[in-house]
């Protein structure tokens, strides 16, 4: 075990975990931050994306001991009161079905928008391709995408 002080959410916390430890876990576990889900465990389908300084990754593949000093944004910390352009665009087009895999879908369409305000059609199919949806949400995630570019 080692301690690892680490920036969350905008917030210091310090947690000891093994090197190997998946952020996820970190996160899950250690800080009680349930929002990032497991979904495959591989990095496969995104359930557990987050940002490290606001690039989107699968928090299931990055080891707590590669996080440095990055910052480490989860869903709870996108809004504190769950605001966010995306989550209001998320509303107001009913995506989630199951929802599980809705906080790794918003966290990657946030790193987009962060880095393309006013994507393509194109742009946002290539952004949110890997984030799985098993029930099938895509057209209207593509909608909420537009909406919350369009009022950014």
């Not at 928090?59 to 996108?78: H, M, Q, R």
């Not at 098993?134 to 009022?151: E, M, P, V």
Request: charged residues 20%; hydrophobic residues 35%; proline residues 4%.
């Amino acid at each position: 075990m080692a301690t690892y002080n680490l920036r969350v959410n905008g917030k210091s916390v310090q947690v000891d975990a093994d090197p190997d430890t998946p952020v996820l876990w970190v996160l899950r576990d250690s800080l009680n931050l349930v929002g990032t889900k497991y979904g495959c465990g591989i990095g496969q389908c995104g359930a557990c994306t987050v940002h490290l300084d606001g690039t989107a990754v699968r928090a299931c593949s990055v080891p707590v001991s590669s996080v440095g000093d990055k910052a480490v944004t989860t869903i709870e910390g996108l809004s504190e009161k769950a605001d966010h352009v995306l989550q209001q665009a998320w509303r107001e087009h009913d995506v989630p079905q199951c929802g599980y895999c809705q906080a790794g879908q918003i966290m990657n369409a946030s790193a987009l928008l962060s880095n393309n305000p006013k994507p393509s059609d194109q742009e946002i199919e290539n952004a949110m391709d890997g984030n799985l949806c098993r029930c099938g949400t895509y057209l209207k995630i593509k909608a909420a995408i537009k909406t919350a570019s369009s009022k950014l």
